[in-house]
């Protein structure tokens, strides 16, 4: 854990997920690069470039998803905590299903695609040992 988490109380509605992707947190028009370091459904935590100073004003995040800037998800935040060079935020809204589905694809890069197979399972075939001279 980090230790921006220590002395904060859960009310977590939905599990954290280790997500690592490129980021940028945007305050009033100032553009900095940041790391997503994890993402659940109700907010997510930055690893950022520099440390900052939050206070009132507009803040959002961009997360990249694949090589178009145009494809990034992007969303206005509340900071929930900052410390340092991280910073925990809520989604000032739900996110866009489209936005949500890329972000739970990031979520599984980080996972694991899970398979479900129905039926019986095709049988595992091992490559063939050379045997053993005797």
């Given amino acids: ?8 109380v859960e009310r977590r509605q939905s599990p954290r997920v280790r ?10 028009g100032r ?6 370091e994890d993402a659940s459904q109700g907010g997510a935590l ?15 995040v961009s997360i990249a998803f694949g090589r178009d800037p145009e494809e990034a998800i992007s969303a206005p935040i509340s900071v929930v905590h900052a410390a340092r060079r991280f910073m925990r935020f809520h989604w000032q809204g739900p996110l866009p299903p489209e936005d949500w589905i890329k972000l739970r694809q990031l979520m599984e890069r ?3 695609v899970l398979t479900v197979v129905q039926g019986r399972l095709p049988m595992l075939v091992w490559p063939s040992l050379p045997s053993r001279p005797r």
């Fill in 19 to 28: 997500v690592r992707a490129v980021a940028a947190l945007t305050i009033d």
């Fill in 110 to 112: 980080e996972l694991g």
């Fill in 46 to 60: 930055l690893r950022l470039e520099e440390e900052v100073q939050t206070g009132a004003g507009l803040h959002s």
């Fill in 31 to 36: 553009r900095i690069a940041a790391r997503l």
């Fill in 1 to 8: 854990m980090h230790s921006l988490d220590e002395g904060i």
